[in-house]
């Protein structure tokens, strides 16, 4: 399958390129700086910015017809919500939920017309449970999820088929270069969530992120793969009770697990 994912520089995107071409397929290795793919052997590399209409179109235009997309470009945004700069959100959602629709509208009429492809949207565990501190990037990864799960509907009837891959914490973890910090009133809160991620994913830490690329290659060759696909202990743990638990319920459970008294 000619396959291409999106911010493959680093981390899942980068292990996802590497696990598709370890089994075969033609990948098409896609970033910003596609200078940080030039090392690795067997995929092609091309320059995208899903933020960008020219970007996808030229890129689109060069590649040829795909057979599937992993949508797994994305920013964090990290800072309390009360003055979180309006224009840094716009950012986070332009990358993490516009650039896989923009994706997805690129491709989807040639696709309906011949019956088939496959979407595999990267999500979040915080794409179903949101956190403090994190607001931005969790409504980006809300958002994703509910627009994939429209897609599922209305694009699934053509033979298309749509996956939402939710990880958990994952090494090396996304890059924190433009957190805001806030009020300083904040300051506690942020101390106290600090270190959530060795809570969560016990003595071992996080795992690689070659746990995610083999759940996304496995999503797109299997089609019984069902819409969400958790993948982690720790996803799966915090899916799995919260779809048992109400919202206070819940929220007392995180408290407890994490030590958190704000």
């Known amino acids: 399958m000619r396959i291409l994912v999106t911010g493959a520089g680093r981390a899942i995107g980068r292990a996802t390129v590497v696990e598709l071409g370890?089994?075969?397929?033609?990948?098409?290795?896609?970033?910003?700086?596609?200078e940080l793919l030039r090392d690795i052997e067997g995929v092609r590399v091309h320059a995208l910015d899903v933020t960008s209409d020219e970007s996808v179109a030229e890129c689109l235009g060069v590649v040829g017809e795909l057979d599937a997309i992993v949508n797994n470009a994305a920013i964090i945004g990290a800072g309390p919500l009360e003055d979180y700069p309006l224009a840094q959100m716009q950012r986070v959602l332009d990358t993490n939920t516009v650039g896989p629709l923009r994706m997805i509208q690129a491709v989807a009429p040639a696709w309906r017309e011949r019956g088939s492809g496959v979407i595999v949207n990267v999500s979040s565990v915080q794409g179903r449970v949101a956190t403090p501190l994190e607001g931005p990037y969790a409504a980006s990864k809300y958002a994703?999820?509910?627009?994939?799960?429209?897609?599922?509907?209305?694009?699934?009837?053509?033979?298309?088929?749509?996956?939402?891959?939710?990880?958990?914490?994952?090494?090396?973890?996304?890059k924190h270069g433009d957190d805001h910090r806030g009020p300083a009133a904040y300051d506690e809160l942020?101390?106290?969530?600090?270190?959530?991620?060795?809570?969560?994913?016990?003595?071992?830490?996080?795992?690689?992120?070659?746990?995610?690329?083999?759940?996304?290659?496995?999503?797109?060759?299997?089609?019984?793969?069902?819409?969400?696909?958790?993948?982690?202990a720790d996803?799966?743990?915090?899916?799995?009770?919260?779809?048992?638990?109400?919202d206070a319920e819940f929220e007392a459970a995180m408290r407890s697990t994490i030590g958190m008294t704000w």
């Open 22 to 34: 370890a089994r075969g397929h033609d990948v098409v290795a896609t970033a910003r700086d596609p």
């Open 144 to 174: 994703l999820e509910a627009l994939s799960e429209t897609l599922h509907y209305e694009l699934g009837h053509f033979g298309i088929r749509i996956v939402i891959v939710e990880p958990g914490y994952i090494a090396p973890g996304m």
């Open 190 to 232: 942020w101390t106290q969530w600090t270190g959530t991620d060795s809570k969560l994913t016990g003595p071992h830490g996080r795992p690689g992120p070659e746990l995610v690329a083999r759940a996304i290659a496995d999503a797109i060759t299997d089609p019984t793969t069902p819409l969400r696909v958790p993948v982690g």
């Open 235 to 246: 996803s799966e743990m915090v899916l799995a009770t919260r779809s048992h638990l109400g």
